[in-house]
């Protein structure tokens, strides 16, 4: 689908070589409705010039998860109106863009349309190239957003949709290293603790009511703990910590707090777990970078920390604004691509399960539907 005109003689040092690159950047794969304006520079240092987004959470409330019907609509009637203001807080023309960047895939695709058809319309309103993104693409560079990363690193993505240990070895090479093959950890939180009552989104809440609880009272199962490869699995985990709160009588604030710091610890110790396994099998490697919703747990956090410390690596935990879905990580990945001449063509299809590492996936599929579709 990339056009290879260019890429053939692209090297990763004509990032070094040219002018500074303007990219309008569009996501609407999920529940979110965003867009950024980001400059990247030789060098990889990049300036987020603006970084808009619109929640959809009032719309699905009543449904506890996201309506793809809903979320496609709400996307259709908001980022005309997200775009301008995020050209406006820019303060630029699109006649100064260098490109226009939309994610288009994968995800709910009666939403990543309508990022894409837009991308298509400016880009044939304006003369401007189109970079077709892929979401997981944004998210694997994310981190180059606030700091100046340098390649190979190992990412982490923990969030709703996705939980993946992917090494990025540059622009466009990923080596995904495990998946998870039934729920995301964040789906796990959200799943318990709409059960546990404690409300939407689950995983915050779930911690909050964790602080006070002791993680030894319930002994919940360490799905894949020690397996020899990276991938994860929670829905074992999830149906334990369910049987476990529903054959209490009367549940009580105290069987709550410690039900709740149970199943946390037993998500901290697989996640980090797996990401040993990855970073022992990663070969070398500048960080392990956290990125996803889940990322913001601090017991999670902190198991990673003392993994990362084992390893000898840092952790790296970008803002949570550009650990979670937004723009500018698909404006960054369009402009990095722009840079190595690369462009698509306006017949590009939107596509609802697009794998980073198409081998890896290949050879074994992620069979999760989860909310975005195949988390591969
Ligand atoms: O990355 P994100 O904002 O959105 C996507 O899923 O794309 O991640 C949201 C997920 C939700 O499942 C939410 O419950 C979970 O991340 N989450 C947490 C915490 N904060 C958010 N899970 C555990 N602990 C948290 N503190
Ligand atoms: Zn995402």
């Given at each position: 689908m990339m056009q290879a005109a260019d890429s053939a003689n692209a090297t990763p040092a004509a990032t070094t070589e040219r002018a500074p690159l303007t990219v309008l950047g569009l996501e609407s794969s999920c529940d979110e409705t965003a867009a950024a304006v980001v400059r990247l520079h030789p060098h990889g240092r990049a300036d987020v010039l603006a970084d808009e987004i619109a929640r959809q959470d009032e719309a699905h409330a009543p449904y506890g998860g996201v309506v793809p019907e809903i979320a496609a609509r709400a996307h259709a009637s908001t980022l005309d109106r997200v775009v301008a203001r995020a050209m406006g807080a820019a303060g630029i023309d699109f006649g100064e863009l260098d490109g226009v960047a939309a994610t288009a895939g994968p995800g709910l695709v009666g939403g990543v349309m309508v990022a894409l058809m837009t991308g298509k319309a400016i880009a044939l309103a304006h003369g401007l190239p189109l970079v077709a993104v892929n979401h997981l693409e944004g998210h694997a560079l994310s981190p180059r957003l606030s700091q100046p990363l340098a390649?190979?690193?190992?990412?982490?993505?923990?969030?709703?949709?996705?939980?993946?240990?992917?090494?990025?070895?540059?622009?466009?090479?990923?080596?995904?290293?495990?998946?998870?093959?039934?729920?995301?950890?964040?789906?796990?939180?959200?799943?318990?603790?709409?059960i546990m009552g404690l409300g939407h989104p689950g995983g915050p809440a779930l911690e909050r009511a964790a602080a006070a609880g002791d993680p030894r009272r319930f002994v919940l199962p360490r799905p894949l703990l020690g397996a020899p490869h990276a991938d994860f699995s929670f829905a074992g985990l999830k149906t334990a910590a369910r049987r476990a709160w529903e054959a209490i009588d009367q549940p009580t604030d105290r069987d709550r707090a410690d039900l709740a710091a149970s199943f946390q610890a037993a998500v901290a110790d697989v996640i980090a777990d797996?990401?040993?396994?990855?970073?022992?099998?990663?070969?070398?490697?500048?960080?392990?970078?956290?990125?996803?919703?889940?990322?913001?747990?601090?017991?999670?956090?902190?198991a990673l920390a003392a993994a990362a410390a084992e390893a000898g690596v840092p952790l790296v935990a970008p803002p949570p604004k550009w650990c979670t879905d937004n723009a500018a990580m698909i404006a960054l990945a369009g402009a990095e691509r722009l840079a190595r001449g690369e462009r698509d063509g306006l017949a590009t299809?939107?596509?609802?399960?697009?794998?980073?590492?198409?081998?890896?996936?290949?050879?074994a599929p992620a069979v999760g539907g989860g909310r975005k579709g195949a988390k591969a």
């Open positions: 390649f190979p690193y190992l990412l982490l993505l923990v969030s709703g949709g996705h939980t993946q240990l992917l090494v990025v070895e540059d622009v466009g090479r990923y080596r995904r290293l495990g998946s998870t093959i039934d729920d995301a950890a964040g789906e796990a939180f959200d799943k318990l603790a709409k797996r990401t040993r396994r990855a970073l022992a099998s990663a070969g070398t490697v500048t960080a392990l970078v956290a990125a996803g919703g889940v990322a913001a747990n601090a017991a999670i956090r902190r299809a939107a596509r609802p399960r697009w794998p980073l590492d198409e081998a890896a996936a290949d050879a």
